[in-house]
């Protein structure tokens, strides 16, 4: 029988003050805007395309490691448990442990209501004994999750390396709060690049195909439409490199020429090789990433990697 709240999308209305926020962005010295304002519908699907391309190995080998170790991930997690995926986006990953893992309730939490409603929808068509309690909300400002089911362990599931686009610090805090989330028994099931050779880093960020820079240059779409403006991508250009000091990936939008731009009513001037930062991607050692997770509370159960070691998935346990 399904909880009461089960087959839900729940929309957590969060006090966003959006333009504030971008525009505090855009005045900065240096210029910056944040990585979630990729996402809008067109931003998804450039994504999703990335993830398919052949230079971009980091879902082909984390799907690879779920594969392989299938059986022994969902025997870390245990059965009955309330699995939470913060940025689920297309639900596609959840799959990779359906059906072996039967958790009592399946949370997916997404910044896009479109996007979320439509994979909800799809997956509920696939799985129909699964029982979805989807979120819409904006999992970088707070987890804010319903009480229920009470006694089922929660455990978290990021894949993706989406914890790469935080700063380590930030990374912490937010694992913190994933950990804060969970009271008794639980967990955090996590997927996280890993630190290689600058040729292979460099080639999954400057796709031949461009896509990576169409995906980059499409947060000025995002933002005219949500704010009001004309920021013009063809005045900018997609720029990724590696900070190997850092162990970053670093993304820019850089002015072609020198312009202005109007956004959310505000003049923005742009100087001709002036560079906006819209994301950083970090690469961890799996020791480097375990410290972090103590540091937030948690406590390595099992690493799993692919025989390149190019791509690790992490259980902690927080108990
Ligand atoms: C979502 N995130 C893990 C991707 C990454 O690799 O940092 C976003 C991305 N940016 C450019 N390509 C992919």
């Known amino acids: 029988m399904k909880p009461a709240n089960a087959n839900s999308v729940q929309v957590v209305t969060q006090a966003e003050p959006l333009a504030a926020e971008i525009l505090a962005g855009l005045r900065a010295v240096p210029k910056h805007i944040a990585p979630k304002y990729f996402y809008d519908s067109k931003g998804a699907a450039l994504f999703d395309a990335i993830t398919e391309l052949d230079e971009y190995y980091v879902m082909r080998l ?3 490691v779920f594969r392989q170790y299938r059986s022994a991930i969902c025997a870390a997690i245990g059965t009955g448990v309330h699995l939470v995926e913060p940025g689920a986006g297309s639900c596609e990953k959840i799959r990779w442990l359906l059906p072996d893992l039967s958790p ?8 896009s209501a479109e996007h979320l409603h439509v994979s909800v ?8 004994a699964l029982n979805v309690s989807a979120q819409v909300c904006d999992h970088t400002v707070g987890l804010r999750l319903r009480a229920e089911p009470q006694d089922a362990p929660r455990v978290f599931f990021y894949p993706g390396s989406s914890i790469g ?4 610090e930030a990374a912490v805090h937010f694992m913190g709060a994933m950990r804060a989330a969970i009271s008794g028994r639980g967990g955090l099931l996590i997927g996280v690049d890993t630190k290689k050779a600058t040729a292979v880093l460099h080639a999954a960020y400057n796709d031949k195909a461009g896509i990576t820079a169409q995906f980059n240059l499409n947060v000025l779409e995002h933002l005219n439409n949500l704010l009001g403006g004309d920021l013009n991508p063809a005045n900018f250009t997609h720029v990724a490199r590696y900070n190997e000091e850092l162990g970053r990936i670093e993304m820019y939008l850089e ?5 202005c731009a109007v956004l959310a009513g505000e003049r923005l001037e742009f100087a001709a090789g002036e560079r906006i930062h819209t994301e950083n991607s970090y690469k961890y050692y799996p020791q480097e990433f ?3 997770a103590q540091r937030a509370g948690f406590a390595l159960q099992a690493l799993w990697q692919d025989e390149q070691k190019w791509f ?5 346990s927080a108990d």
Do not use: C, G
């Open 104 to 111: 009592r309730l399946y949370t997916p939490m997404d910044i």
């Open 165 to 168: 686009n935080f700063e380590p």
């Open 121 to 128: 929808a799809r997956l509920r068509n696939d799985f129909p």
């Open 312 to 316: 690790s998935v992490l259980y902690f």
């Open 62 to 64: 984390e799907a690879a």
């Open 290 to 292: 375990i410290a972090l």
């Open 255 to 259: 002015a072609s020429r020198q312009h």
